[in-house]
């Protein structure tokens, strides 16, 4: 058995990660940790949910808590992309558990780039679905030099590796499952129904479980909100996330779904990433997605 003690993060960061509930690390982190402590570049392969976001933020925290002195006014140290504005509002909210206490500082909007010794590329598979790798190119010239990348992700199509080659310098690879893999713990049933019963095969599901947290995915967002729409009128406690919704609003829905003040959320890919709400008990795919990857990130 593996604690953090044997990781070789101090004893302030080793503070805030019990306070923070954390026992012990999971495969990626046990693998990834030590070797971005010593310099590496990391290409990470795992599933969301396994605690990818400390295996890459308490060995940035611990490195630059190691520097000296503070970063000069406007400037930051790291940069971590991550493909939605949920998520980097996630990975912001844990890095804030790591470093309390500290001196260190977690901003979610920033400047003074060519600072920035540390680059981080979150569900970097999804970044590359979306187009960001476009805004990577503009944004890795802007950035300090030499840097140490990490790159994440759970997936790992031909493109990745071509990103890897681009963006990180003789990384090391950390893999704790195959590419594409589905989560272990997770059990998978399949339910042949014509389109037109799936409206009232969902509710008969949801009426099985109705005080546990449900996440129900639509391949569109105008199908999305009409689920959904669909749902309230029948008594369902329901919110929606998409595209067309506005930050507040999907800030909104996650959070009273977070809590269990609304039951089930019909949401469409933009919240099959990175999303962390562990009382989520069943997840439903309304609709398959149109990318096979992202059945492995729905569930």
Known sequence: MFDFDMLGLSPTLLTAIKQAGFKEPTPIQNQAIPLALAGHDVMGLAQ?????????????????????????????????????????????????????????????????????????????????????????????????????????????????????????????????????????????????????????????????HPDTLSLVFSRTKHGAEKLMKGLVADGFNAASIHGNKSQGQRDRAIGAFRNGSVKILVATDVAARGIDIPDVRTVYNYDLPEVPDNYVHRI
Request: hydrophobic share 40%.
């Open 48 to 208: 969301t949910g396994t605690g990818k976001t400390a295996a890459f933020g308490l060995p940035l925290a611990e490195m630059l808590l190691s520097e000296p002195g503070r970063p000069d006014p406007k400037t930051v140290k790291a940069l971590i992309l991550a493909p939605t504005r949920e998520l980097v509002n996630q990975i912001a909210e844990n890095l804030k558990l790591y470093v309390k206490g500290s001196r260190l500082k977690v901003g979610t909007v920033v400047g003074g780039l060519d600072q920035a010794k540390f680059l981080v590329l979150d569900e970097a598979d999804q970044m590359l679905d979306m187009g960001f790798i476009h805004a990577l190119r503009r944004i890795a010239p802007e950035l300090g030099t030499p840097r140490q990348t990490m790159l994440f992700s759970a997936t790992m199509p031909k493109q990745m590796e071509e990103l890897s080659q681009a963006y990180l310098t003789n990384p090391r690879r950390v893999q704790v499952a195959p590419p594409g893999k589905a989560a272990d713990k997770v059990s998978q049933s399949l339910h042949f129904v014509p389109k037109g019963e799936k409206p009232a095969k969902l509710r008969e599901f949801l009426l099985r």
